[in-house]
């Protein structure tokens, strides 16, 4: 599944499947050629690429990362490596700055305007202003995920990971963003600030917390709730909702004090020779019948208005962890904190990691 922001570079797991279809001539004067599409792992029903093949004859060669980073780091060396590519929010807000990404001709794009809703579009202008380079693809909260019958206490603020009655039993996500978003929120500051006193403020507060913690982990804090391992953890909302499935004793809360709204977008790269497949491909994606075959199999919540009304699943279709209104509770993107920004969390996250 998706990663966002980890403590420490992973080997880089590329995955590479090239399914041949049909034949055709370059994708930029006709509808046949190639497409190379770079997304994160687990984040696609693989059946929706080989539809896309057969009904445009163009071949898709798709590759997998598992951070923003190690994306970034491939299109830096070669924005031409791929067409199309599926960043996060602060990501793109980076590829914009550096000119990595192209704008999109949303005239080659219907489905786009016709099925995205206008909230996600709105919240997409904190990283993507005039929403000009990004199609939504998948999105999502930050939460408190908790058992309750292992949890005697009201959950509905970010302190309860700082309640010593818990010591032992407390998930922390391995990542330095998604940890300091919750420690300077709890302290009324934004997730996005660059002010040395208030992230020192969350760094000493983290370090304060650390001894409560059972483990700083990512995708196993999934699997440690549903085997109760943990009576608290933090967990992005489509792992919550496949939690819930498997153990009815989790709960997920988005904390009163607010979240990360995170957004994970479609984007062309600034050195695409595969233009033309590449918006074809966005306005498949974006089609009521994919966008719900997606989310079927990731579990991550689509912000395709027609995929979200087609859900048959009454539970799931009226689920306020996967489709909540985003104007319930106070909420931001991640931003792109720049150079100096990135190293002064680095450099505090270190300070976390290494304290005792």
Do not use: H
């Not at 395709?304 to 209104?325: G, H, L, M, R, W």
């Amino acid at each position: 599944m998706k990663k966002r922001f980890l403590s420490v570079a992973l080997a880089m797991g590329l995955v590479a499947s090239a399914v041949t279809a049909c034949s055709g001539g370059n994708s930029n004067a006709g509808s046949n050629g190639k497409l190379y599409v770079y997304n994160w792992g687990e984040y696609i029903d693989e059946d929706v690429i080989k539809q896309f093949e057969e009904e445009t004859g163009i071949d898709v060669v798709y590759d997998m990362f598992e951070t923003n980073e190690i994306m970034y780091a491939k299109l830096a060396n070669d924005t031409s490596a791929y067409d199309v590519v599926c960043p996060s929010d602060y990501m793109i807000q980076k590829l914009i700055e550096n000119d990595m990404v192209q704008p999109l001709n949303f005239d080659n794009i219907p489905n786009a305007k016709a099925n995205i809703g206008e909230q996600y579009w709105e919240k997409s202008q904190d990283f993507d202003p005039g929403n000009l380079y990004a199609v939504p693809y998948c999105w999502g909260t930050v939460g408190i995920l908790y058992n309750k019958t292992m949890v005697d206490d009201v959950v509905d603020s970010w302190d309860i990971l700082w309640n010593e009655k818990y010591s032992g039993q407390i998930l922390m996500q391995d990542s330095v963003r998604d940890a300091y978003m919750i420690s300077l929120l709890r302290n009324g500051y934004s997730m996005n600030t660059t002010d040395p006193a208030e992230v020192s403020k969350a760094t000493e507060d983290l370090i304060a917390q650390k001894p409560l913690v059972q483990a700083y982990v990512i995708d196993q804090v999934r699997d440690k709730m549903i085997g109760e391992e943990a009576a608290i953890g933090v967990i992005y909302s489509g792992e919550a909702i496949y939690t819930a499935r498997e153990n009815p004793d989790l709960v997920y809360v988005v904390p009163k004090e607010g979240t990360n709204i995170w957004i994970d977008s479609w984007v062309i790269t600034k050195g695409s020779k595969n233009v033309e497949n590449a918006e074809k491909w966005i306005d498949f994606m974006c089609r009521g019948d994919i966008a719900l075959k997606n989310f079927e199999y990731i579990t991550y919540s689509t912000p395709n208005t027609e995929a979200q009304a087609n859900i048959e699943d009454e539970d799931i279709k009226n689920s306020k962890v996967a489709f909540p209104d985003l104007d319930s509770f106070p909420s931001e993107a991640y931003k792109y904190l720049g150079a100096d920004g990135d190293k002064l969390y680095s450099e505090e996250w270190m300070k976390v990691k290494s304290a005792n």
